[in-house]
């Protein structure tokens, strides 16, 4: 079975999911998230999660900020938008659905 494989065609997903949902519940460092995704068991690297966060925000589900008197390598810390909630209101509701059809297998 190849992990890196389906680590990105599938697990990717699941990481940005639970990133809005941490958002949601406040502001997120990327070295927590790290952790916190391993903690769940899911095997993700700076060099993927950072591109990611990017990503989102970009996308405008997150905005970042950094503490500009901690210098040039300051974290980064990433809240929800409103167009974030809107997205993680959209995936709860699928996840359930999900949930509900794949439980029945």
């Known amino acids: 079975m190849d992990l890196k494989l ?3 065609e599938i697990l990717l997903s699941f990481w940005k999911v639970h990133v809005l949902h941490h958002a949601a519940e ?7 998230m790290i952790k916190e995704l391993r903690h769940h068991g899911y ?9 990611l966060l990017k990503r989102m925000e970009k996308n405008g ?3 970042s900020t950094a503490d500009a008197s901690r210098g040039p390598k300051a974290p980064r810390a990433y809240r929800i938008t409103q ?7 959209i995936v ?3 996840l359930r659905e999900l949930g509900v059809e794949v439980a029945r297998h």
């Open 6 to 8: 389906i680590n990105r």
């Open 26 to 32: 406040g502001e997120v460092i990327g070295q927590w």
């Open 43 to 51: 095997e993700v690297s700076p060099g993927t999660l950072y591109p």
């Open 61 to 63: 589900w997150l905005i």
């Open 83 to 89: 167009e974030g909630r809107e997205v993680l209101k």
């Open 92 to 94: 709860r509701q699928q």
